[in-house]
């Protein structure tokens, strides 16, 4: 079992910057694939970014390419999201999650996910 708890989230302006953080719970961190989905008032849950459990590939969505960045830190069981060049249509529900498949986990299919910290970009 995988709890996963997010922070980072708040209210910042066009062009401003914000990390997210997932915490996880366990000793197995380093074995799970880690993501991040967002979630727009009306809109279903798209994919951000996802990293392999090896640290070494990465995965991002054409909308937040060259704007945000995934990292782990497996020593501090945590996955971060930098987020540069924010937009208002960044606004959403930040999710983390984690699976052992990274396919799966791309698809939105995790088996395990935070409870979501709210991103919001003012115009």
């Known amino acids: 079992q995988v709890q996963l708890v997010e922070s980072g989230g708040g209210l910042v302006q066009a062009g401003g910057s914000l990390r997210l953080s997932c915490a996880a719970s366990?000793?197995?961190?380093?074995?799970?694939?880690m993501g991040w989905f967002r979630q727009a008032p009306g809109k279903e849950r798209e994919f951000v970014t996802a990293?392999?459990?090896?640290?070494?590939?990465?995965y991002y969505a054409d909308s937040v390419k060259g704007r945000f960045t995934i990292s782990r830190d497996n020593a501090k069981n945590t996955v971060y999201l930098q987020m540069n060049s924010l937009k208002p249509e960044d606004t959403a529900v930040y999710y983390c999650?984690?699976?052992?498949?990274?396919?799966?986990?791309?698809?939105?299919?995790?088996?395990?996910w935070g409870q979501g910290t709210q991103v919001t970009v003012s115009s």
């Open positions: 999650a984690a699976d052992l498949d990274i396919i799966r986990l791309r698809l939105g299919r995790g088996d395990y």
């Open positions: 990293m392999h459990l090896s640290g070494v590939n990465t």
């Open positions: 366990g000793r197995t961190f380093s074995s799970y694939n």
